[in-house]
């Protein structure tokens, strides 16, 4: 079975605070994702990654960064965390040509 | 630029009942479709796939979802509702060009009642 790790399931952050979420697969894909989810607005794609070292933006960049080291591994950063990046945060894996994607548990962010 | 909409935000049956879970999707190019599923404090599971081949796909837990290209749509069932079935499920689509990026629909929360 595929498996995503995610490093935290809950964090507590102070606005302003530089954070980190990692996400770690097992299964060797090329294809690496970060989402935010928020009721009623589903999954919104923050960055994604497609080979070490590669990231592309997704719809939502903005306040956050990548990095992508090792292929296992896929990093997401704030860099100054605001409330407004309160959030569901969940990172998923694809294989080369596959499209179906496999998700971690999740990190639910909270910034005060 | 594809878009997926699920009709109904929330969905209320009575266990027993038949599930139906709307999506249409637009794409100009033939999809790759997807359906998942969330449970609550929980990533998302794949539940069924459309990948061009039948056209009527079957899922895991008793779920299915058919392929209407004529309509756009790709609609999810289950002939019977369950207590278990309660969580939230997630349409998405993927075009067959370009990174393997999916776009979900907002979500249809599911509620079964006894």
């Known amino acids: 079975d595929v498996k995503v790790t995610q490093s935290s399931r809950y964090l507590v952050k102070r606005t302003g605070e530089k954070v980190f979420l990692e996400c770690v697969q097992d299964m060797d894909h090329e294809n690496m994702f970060w989402y935010r989810q928020d009721p009623g607005l589903g999954l919104r794609l923050i960055y994604f990654?497609?080979?070490?070292?590669?990231?592309e933006k997704g719809d939502i960049p903005e306040g956050y960064s990548v990095s992508r080291e090792k292929k296992e591994r896929f990093s997401l950063i704030l860099e100054s965390a605001s409330t407004n990046q309160t959030s569901m945060y969940l990172c998923?894996?694809?294989?080369?040509?596959?499209?179906?994607?496999?998700f971690g548990p999740g990190t639910r962010l909270t910034v005060t | 630029a594809q878009s997926v909409t699920q009709l109904g935000s929330h969905v209320s049956v009575s266990e027993g009942a038949l599930v139906l879970l709307r999506c249409n999707y637009s794409?100009?190019?033939?999809?790759?479709l997807f359906w998942y599923v969330q449970y609550p404090n929980q990533g998302l599971q794949l539940l069924l796939k459309y990948t061009s081949a039948a056209t009527l796909v079957k899922g895991i837990n008793g779920f299915e979802a058919e392929f209407k290209k004529s309509e756009t749509s790709f609609h999810l069932t289950k002939p019977s509702a369950h207590m278990s079935d309660a969580a939230e499920y997630f349409c998405?689509?993927?075009?067959?060009?370009?990174?393997?990026?999916?776009?979900f629909g907002k979500g249809t929360m599911l509620l079964v009642s006894p």
């Open positions: 990654s497609y080979d070490v070292k590669m990231k």
């Open positions: 998405a689509v993927g075009m067959n060009s370009g990174y393997s990026t999916l776009t």
């Open positions: 794409s100009s190019v033939p999809p790759y």
């Open positions: 998923a894996s694809s294989g080369t040509a596959a499209y179906e994607q496999y």
